[in-house]
């Protein structure tokens, strides 16, 4: 039979093991956080000059000519949209 001086002991070591993972783990999650706000900031930037580039250049027309209208009047986007989401997705 263990001591009752022993049991303390193990309960305090666990909850400061417990403790010391939570101080390791918050850390590394608001850096992830942080992370992930930022990349989706930058993707969403990427997409919307793209996008604009894309519009500027008549990128929208030249689909349009090439024979892929039909394919995209179902859609509500237009091509030029539809490669800016993919390059936000793909980012």
């Keep these: 039979m263990t001591s ?6 193990e309960w305090s070591q666990g909850i400061d093991d417990a403790w010391s993972d939570v101080a390791t783990f918050v850390p590394k999650l608001l850096g992830f956080l942080v992370i992930l706000f930022i990349g989706w900031f930058v993707a969403k930037a990427l997409a919307r000059v793209a996008r604009g580039v894309l519009e500027r250049v008549g990128f929208n ?21 539809m ?9």
Excluded: H, T
């Design 61 to 81: 027309s030249a689909i349009e000519r090439g024979g892929i209208a039909k394919a995209l009047e179902s859609s509500p986007y237009d091509a030029a949209e």
């Design 4 to 9: 009752p001086a022993l049991l303390a002991v």
């Design 83 to 91: 490669v800016g989401k993919l390059i936000f997705y793909g980012l």
